[in-house]
C-alpha cells in the first residue's frame, strides 16, 4: 500500500499544534521494507470545482500547466494566510521563469467560502491565485485525490461556531498533472522557488 507524507495542523483560533507523521512514498513488501516501484505517487486525480470568477473547472483545464496547489480555507486564522504567502513570495521571486505555474487554493470548507468568499479571500495574495470551491461532495473528491486530510472542529471561542483542522501540504503538479513535490510547512520562499525552478521546464 502505498503512503504519503502528511502534514497535519490543528487550528482553534490560533494555532493549537502542528504534527508532522512521516510516511512513505514507495510501497511496502510483506516484511515491511521498501520495495522497488515506479517513484510515482498516487497523488492527484480527476476534479471539478468551481473557480473564483464563477467558472467551473476540471483538471484539464490546467494541461500543459504546472500547478502549485494548496487546500485550505479562507476562516483560517493563520496557517493557511501564511502558506499562500509562502506561495506568493515564491511566484515572485521566480518571476518570468514561474510564469508556467498557477498558484491554486482549494477550499475544505466549502459550506462558507462561496464563490464571493473566496474572489476577495484570494485578492490578498498573489494575483494569479486561483481559488477553487464546490459542493462538499466536489471538495471530497479532491481532496481524497490529493491525499487531503480534513475535519471540521467545534470551536466554542470562535464567532464562526466550528473551524478545521487539515492537513498543511503545497502540491507541485506537473504539466500532465502528475505529482512532482510536495512541501511542508516550515519552507521558506527562497528555498521553494529554488526548489521549483530546479524540477521545471523554462516556458517559452
Known amino acids: 500500500m502505498s503512503r504519503f507524507t502528511v502534514f497535519l495542523v490543528s487550528v482553534g483560533g490560533l494555532l493549537a499544534a502542528s504534527l508532522l507523521a512521516i510516511l512513505l512514498l ?15 505517487a498516487l497523488v492527484g486525480g480527476p476534479f ?3 473557480a473564483h470568477t464563477g467558472k467551473t473547472v476540471t483538471q484539464a483545464d490546467f494541461a500543459g500547466q504546472y500547478m502549485l ?13 501564511t502558506e499562500l504567502q509562502v506561495m506568493s513570495s515564491a511566484l515572485d521571486i521566480l ?3 514561474g510564469a508556467n505555474v498557477t498558484p491554486i487554493l482549494i477550499t475544505i470548507d466549502p459550506e462558507r467560502d462561496t464563490v464571493d468568499a473566496m474572489a476577495r479571500y484570494v485578492a490578498n495574495f498573489h494575483p494569479r491565485l486561483l481559488g477553487l470551491t464546490g459542493t ?5 473528491t479532491a481532496a481524497s485525490a490529493y491525499r487531503v486530510y480534513y475535519q471540521k472542529v467545534t470551536d466554542e471561542a470562535s464567532a464562526a461556531a466550528y473551524t478545521m483542522d487539515h492537513s498543511s501540504v503545497v502540491y507541485l503538479m506537473g504539466p ?4 512532482i513535490k510536495h512541501f511542508g510547512p516550515g519552507t521558506s520562499p527562497e ?3 529554488k526548489t521549483i525552478a530546479n524540477l521545471i521546464e523554462p516556458s517559452e
Not at 496547489?69 to 494566510?81: E, L, Q, S
Open 176 to 179: 500532465d498533472g502528475t505529482f
Open 191 to 193: 528555498k521553494m522557488a
Open 26 to 40: 514507495m510501497p511496502s513488501n510483506d516484511e515491511g521494507q521498501p520495495s522497488r516501484s515506479s517513484g510515482v
Open 48 to 50: 471539478e470545482l468551481v
Open 95 to 97: 518571476g518570468d521563469e
Open 136 to 140: 462538499p461532495e466536489q471538495i471530497a
Open 69 to 81: 496547489i494548496y487546500f485550505g480555507f479562507t476562516f483560517c486564522p493563520d496557517v493557511c494566510p
